[in-house]
């Protein structure tokens, strides 16, 4: 097939981008700037909130994967939904017009949660009134948009990868890693909590299953969220992100309230002072830190006809390798 | 619905029906459903949408009660079965019926199907009476509500009554289900009905219901159909007294107590429609329980007892320790004059052939005496041990409902206490009964091998302990399967030191002798009072639970030459009633050097269903659990395999390395739990085999393998796992005392966690280098390992771990912030 990936030069994207041409599609991406995937892929360069440009990056397109977002912990609303909402609008609009027959839409598993534990939940519709944070409602209410568009002439999925991570990473990673470093990570209360992630390879190769298999029932019009299926502690997993990049495993300990007051605090700072970067910190990821989050992936798995190929213990140790 | 009652007056009653449009062509059969006071037809909502296809549900709302109309007459007894006559009629129903009833309405549904006998089909009953029982007072709850300002404020006045009986559910009912029962009851006068029905409750002689509720209860003896009692024990109306009543008059009825539930028992057990409904498919199947096994007929239990009172009169058959640290010796003719003369004596005090006695006797001569002469008598003896708690003795006596009690003093003040029923004999009374029986000049007939022997009780590591009937057939091929696996002779002698089998000495013709120790604890059982009851009768079998052989390995330094040598008597050592890890097996061997060590698998159901020795154990290694061996000659094991929910649905099979529930056929397994009817079903759905509970696998050796209980399987999205064969793995590792595996996440898609007891190791979160080894070890994707300083285990053996709250822990620890 020929795809389109938007938002093709981040963690996810770029292997994206490697498992389409792996499987023999002809791939075209379109982001903001060049991510140089090679020879056999076409890039575009443009925004996805700039509809003219997402409408010509579709023409002579078969299918979608669309990746490109905003994502962050802070933020304006405003930005969100031009980005997140507007660009997946200015997607539907481009596959329609240009004949575009299955899009997978690149949502998040926030969507549906309101900062409860989640043990063992399937995926459940998006919410965009329960969804916590500029950036879980925009996707959420991106993600029904898209799903509504499941139709005769186009088919739609969307896929929720949980914390996708691997070699490269700059936001978990890359964060975990720096901190370790510097001796500076902290758990919040015992980090007993569990928490699914994903190597981002099986979420490429989760992406790519759900393109070929698209117009299925099982797999048009629905939301699956996407994991490795298994679950550690956040103790475990910053311990050893930490071990893998050459750091010290975190010592100390601060209870869940105090990091959640000290998260809204300096989400407060951050917003009056107009930094563009992110706080160390938010109260969203204190919660999110603190609460176990782990998903069924049965009717995945099934759906996609899909399991992951890389282990944590493998992902760790292709993550140690690549810092070594 | 309306129709014209018996005296001609047209009524207009309100009906649940599953074919109201009467397209009736595919109704099999119809279920006839009766509610009480003061509930009406919405009691039978779940009934109705259960119900397959080939069978109508109907039920129909009592003039002035529910929504049926308000006919301000009063209705008495007679007129409303009359009345629910003319329902069916009108309904079309015709064609075969099983009524079901409620409350007062199963005098109703009694009197319209002792009226309409060639449409019956079977009765179900839920918490109702036919009766007042004689000598007991009418439930003071009634008697109350009865008295008339009481009735009037109770009952119509004010929604009291009304409220009162949603109130008698176990559970406290859902507010929009109280909501739902209260309704119809809105108002005064729609309650009007609700007094009237109160007051139509015949407790005195010359009420005008009297006579028709003692003709419903004197004919209903002559109904041959299948019955169903469903009860709620907790009913403090229709208590259990009246449930004896009606087995009494219903002998042929199936009877299940459900354990928790009240007076509403349809709302409080979850499972009872379902029940009610299997047990409809099976009586139009004709499913029938196990036929009695075509085996010849048994030694009785006694024989051996006159035996070696003949042949060897003043040789010792039992050993007791006393007070001042001497044994007190009973002779083999000693203790078969007792039992003659209890025997002779209990029955001239009433205990007869067919009763229930329960006895609260330490393990001793009074106890096998007893033991012995209820069995001669035919009386059938329930045995609870302390083990189970004060409350847990509490719900097997009142489920078992013995007729007689005999209790040492302790346990007299608990029955006391307790109110439990029965009349009471103290052990104290038992010689003065001896000298009653020395007069009788003859004993009672001998019971027959159908007639019922025991009633034992489960442990209750899974919920609330079970019944377990046996009778004499089955005792006595217990004891042959004892006396041949083991090659038992008369020239062997008992250390018994597990409490169920101190009884079977005189069955097996061995000497007996009780350890010093408190038998409600095997953790008081020293090594030197051990060795002195091996020495007092030259004990070659000793069997024990794994917490006595602790008790005795960590007291063995106190033993003097002498006591390691009267060790050297013994040539079988068994460990049983919960599993025994190798390291105590061991430790056994070596402080008993000519014995063999063995352990037997099986369970209160069973016992034994198969057996290992200590050198089968090494030689095996590390396999899909805990090996017990070989089944025995004659016990079949097969296994049932697990669906992705862990739930076992697979046909019996004796494929081998499939895990699977443990299902075993023998004669000697028990013949039904007691008043336990759909538990009963569920254990023998393939009709004369027992499901254990227990799961395991066969290997190609034909060896049995138990990987742990079905409650505790972990369900994981790559399929279900039994928790022994990781733990096992896990304790190999040096830091880990103990280790427990169980599943956190909702069943089906569950992950592994893994909680090890660690001397080394801080509680909570195990450290990321113990985690990495307690994985690889386990060779499973475990999520979690955490740590404990300890793990809780079961009251009665002090070795079931009790995985069930391992569980729950773990999953609130890995919930994180809730």
């Known amino acids: 097939m020929r795809v389109l990936v938007t938002g093709g030069r981040g963690l996810l994207g770029s292997a994206t981008v490697r498992e389409l041409t792996a499987r023999g599609h002809e791939v075209t991406t379109l982001q903001r700037s060049p991510a140089g995937h090679g020879p056999e892929v076409r890039e575009i360069l443009g925004d996805v909130t700039d509809a003219g440009v997402v409408r010509a990056a579709a023409e002579g397109r078969d299918a979608i994967v669309h990746l490109a977002a905003l994502v962050s912990m802070v933020g304006a609303w405003s930005e969100f939904e031009r980005v997140n909402v507007g660009g997946t609008r200015n997607v539907l609009a481009a596959a329609s017009a240009a004949g575009v027959t299955r899009l997978v839409h690149v949502s998040s598993p926030s969507v549906a949660h309101a900062g409860e534990p989640l043990v063992g939940v399937a995926s459940t519709p998006a919410d965009p009134d329960r969804a916590r944070g500029n950036y879980a409602r925009s996707k959420a209410i991106a993600e029904l948009e898209a799903l509504s568009h499941d139709g005769e002439a186009l088919a739609v999925s969307a896929i929720r990868p949980h914390l996708v991570w691997g070699p490269g990473d700059t936001q978990l990673i890359g964060r975990i890693a720096e901190r370790a470093r510097q001796g500076r990570l902290v758990l919040i209360d015992d980090g007993a909590a569990l928490i699914d992630t994903t190597y981002v390879d099986n979420a490429a190769e989760a992406l790519a299953q759900a393109l070929d298999r698209c117009t299925r029932p099982e797999v048009r019009g629905r939301a699956l969220v996407v994991t490795n299926g298994q679950p550690r502690t956040v103790a475990e997993l910053v311990g050893r992100i930490a071990e893998a990049s050459g750091g010290a495993s975190p010592r100390r300990h601060v209870p869940f309230s105090v990091a959640r007051t000290a998260g809204a605090v300096l989400e407060r700072v951050w917003a009056r002072s107009g930094r563009e970067d992110e706080p160390p910190l938010t109260a969203f990821v204190a919660e999110q830190l603190a609460t176990a989050h782990w998903f069924d992936q049965r009717e995945t798995r099934a759906a996609l006809d899909w399991r992951p190929s890389v282990g944590i213990e493998e992902g760790l140790a292709r993550l140690g390798a690549s810092y070594a | ?818």
């Open chain 2, 1 to 818: 619905m309306t129709a014209r009652d018996a005296d001609g007056v047209s009524r207009t009653w309100h009906v649940l029906d599953t074919h109201p449009d009467g397209s009736v062509d595919d109704v099999e059969l119809t279920l006839l459903c009766v509610h009480g006071n003061p509930t009406w037809s919405y009691l039978w909502r779940r009934l109705l949408a259960a119900a397959p296809s080939g069978i109508r549900v109907v039920a129909v709302d009592h003039l002035d009660m529910g929504y049926s109309e308000r006919t301000d007459t009063v209705r008495r007894l007679g007129q409303r079965i009359e009345d629910l006559s003319v329902v069916t009629a009108a309904l079309g129903v015709d064609g075969p019926v099983v009524t079901v009833a409620h409350d007062w309405g199963g005098p109703i549904s009694l009197g319209w199907a002792l009226a309409h006998r060639e449409q019956l089909r079977g009765i179900v009953l839920l918490n109702t009476a036919v009766h007042q029982p004689e000598g007991a007072p009418a439930p003071s709850i009634i008697r109350l509500a009865r008295s008339a300002p009481v009735l009037q404020a109770n009952t119509v006045t004010t929604p009291a009554f009304l409220r009162g009986t949603t109130l008698l559910s176990g559970t406290s009912l859902p507010r929009s289900v109280a909501d739902a029962f209260a309704a119809p009851y809105a108002t005064a006068d729609r309650r009007s009905a609700i007094g009237a029905f109160v007051s139509d409750i015949p407790l005195e002689p010359g009420h005008p219901s009297a006579s028709t509720l003692d003709a419903i209860a004197a004919d209903i003896g002559g109904l041959d159909v299948p019955a169903l009692l469903l009860w709620g024990p907790g009913d403090p109306v229709f208590s259990d007294r009246y449930l004896n009543d009606l087995i009494g008059r219903l002998p042929q009825a199936d009877v299940h107590r459900y354990e928790g539930a009240r007076h509403l028992v349809i709302e409080d057990a979850p499972s009872l429609v379902d029940d009610l409904l299997t047990w409809v498919a099976d009586l139009r199947a004709g499913r029938t329980s196990a036929e009695p096994s075509p085996h010849s007929e048994g030694e009785p239990l006694w024989s051996a007892l006159d035996e070696r009172a003949l042949d060897d009169p003043s040789g010792i058959a039992l050993a007791e320790p006393t007070t001042d640290g001497a044994w007190r010796k009973v002779t083999w003719d000693l203790l078969h004059r007792n039992v003659d003369l209890l025997a002779r004596g209990l029955a001239a005090r009433g205990v007869h052939r067919g009763d229930r006695v329960a006895v609260l006797i330490t393990p001793g001569a009074d106890l096998l005496a007893v033991v012995y002469a209820c069995w001669r008598i035919g009386a059938s003896v329930v045995v609870t041990d302390a083990g189970l708690g004060v409350r847990g003795i509490h719900r097997a006596l009142r489920g078992a409902a013995p007729q007689h009690v005999i209790a040492i003093p302790r346990g007299m003040t608990l029955v006391r206490a307790l109110r439990l029923p029965g009349r009471r004999i103290p052990v104290s009374e038992l010689p003065a009964i001896a000298r009653l029986g020395s007069t009788m000049s003859s004993l009672p007939q001998a019971p027959g091998p159908d007639d019922e022997a025991v009633v034992a009780f489960t442990s209750g590591s899974t919920g609330p302990a079970k019944g377990v009937v046996y009778r004499h057939r089955q005792v006595q091929r217990t004891r042959d399967a004892l006396r041949e696996h083991y090659a038992i002779t008369p020239r062997d002698s008992l250390v018994a030191a597990f409490a169920p089998w101190a009884v079977l000495g005189p069955a097996l013709g061995i000497a007996s002798a009780i350890p010093d120790m408190d038998v409600t604890s095997p953790r008081t059982l020293t090594a030197r009072a051990f060795a002195a009851s091996v020495r007092v009768v030259d004990g070659t079998l000793v069997w024990a639970s794994p917490a006595a052989f602790t008790s005795i390995l960590g007291s063995a330094g106190g033993m003097s030459d002498d006591d390691l040598a009267a060790l050297g008597s013994l040539r079988l050592v068994l460990g049983a009633g919960a599993p025994v890890s190798p390291a105590l097996l061991h430790g056994m061997a070596r402080l008993c050097p000519r014995a063999e060590v063995r352990t037997p698998y099986g369970m209160t159901e069973v016992l034994p269903v198969a057996d290992v020795t200590i050198g089968e154990i090494d030689g095996a290694g590390l396999g899909p659990g805990v090996l017990v061996g070989h089944p025995l000659e004659g016990v079949d094991v097969r296994i049932s395999e697990l669906d992705s929910s862990g739930t076992a649905v697979g046909p019996l099979s004796d494929r081998t390395g499939v895990l699977g529930e443990v299902v075993v056929r023998a004669p000697h397994q028990k013949d039904r739990y007691d008043r336990l009817w759909a538990t009963e079903r569920a254990s023998s759905r393939e009709t004369g085999w027992h499901r254990t509970g227990d799961v395991g696998e066969l290997d190609d050796a034909g060896r049995l393998w138990i990987g742990g209980r079905l409650a505790h399987v972990i369900t994981t999205a790559d399929g279900p796992v039994a928790p022994v064969r990781i733990e096992q793995a896990v304790e190999l590792l040096p830091e880990v005392e103990q280790a427990a595996c169980v599943g956190v996440g909702p069943m089906g898609t569950q992950h592994l966690v893994v909680v090890v007891v660690s001397a080394k190791a801080a509680g909570g979160l195990a450290d990321l280098g113990l985690t990495e080894r307690v994985r690889r070890a386990a060779g499973a994707d475990v999520a979690a390992v955490l740590v404990r300083n300890d793990l809780p285990v079961d009251v009665r053996h002090r070795s079931k771990i009790d995985r069930t709250a391992i569980s729950r822990w773990a999953g609130d620890m890995l919930a994180g912030r809730s």
